[in-house]
């Protein structure tokens, strides 16, 4: 026969049940925070290394069109329309991490994010977003940036110096 528990063991078992509640509360709460910083971290570490590839690619269009047009493997590319990502190639050597390459006729939607190409319909380097929270964009459908290879001059004036800019206006913000 079992004999009774006394009312102090019932108040020593409730109060480990809150105990183990209120640790469980404080465990997610902190796991929450863990998980937003982490999610913060990575739409700025995608921010930082799209950043950092674009300015690799205007070094190396600058370079092409202003120092290295004699050569005629950069002359077919150093011209407005043309691949920015064979200009940096040719210049540094380098090639852009998650490139597809030159793509005829490419769907966004169908493009896995984190991935560069060039759709040679358009004449534009474009790049699927990981990371949406925060960026703004004109464009319909899965976010992106579209780099135009542009004429430096507001009509050409400059003769053969060119600049790599989006070809819509995009902000990329502070996450919410």
């Not at 997610?28 to 937003?36: D, E, H, S």
């Not at 540094?92 to 759709?119: H, I, M, N, P, R």
Request: some cysteine; glycine content about 8%.
């Amino acid at each position: 026969m079992h004999k009774p528990k006394a009312p102090l063991y019932h108040k020593r078992w409730t109060l480990r049940l809150f105990e183990w509640g209120v640790l469980t509360c404080v465990i997610l709460v902190l796991m929450g925070a863990f998980l937003r910083k982490v999610r913060y971290l990575q739409a700025e570490a995608e921010r930082l290394t799209v950043q950092g590839s674009i300015d690799n690619m205007r070094a190396a269009v600058l370079l092409a069109s202003v120092l290295h047009a004699d050569s005629e493997n950069i002359r077919s590319e150093a011209r407005p329309g043309g691949n920015p990502v064979r200009l940096l190639q040719a210049e540094t050597g380098l090639e852009l991490d998650g490139y597809l390459g030159e793509l005829d006729s490419a769907d966004s939607a169908e493009v896995a994010a984190g991935k560069w190409y060039f759709d040679r319909k358009q004449a534009v380097l474009v790049y699927r977003l990981r990371s949406v929270e925060g960026f703004e964009s004109p464009l319909s459908g899965p976010a992106r940036i579209r780099l135009c290879l542009n004429n430096a001059g507001a009509n050409g004036t400059m003769g053969t110096s060119l600049i790599l800019e989006p070809c819509e206006a995009f902000t990329w913000g502070p996450l919410n």
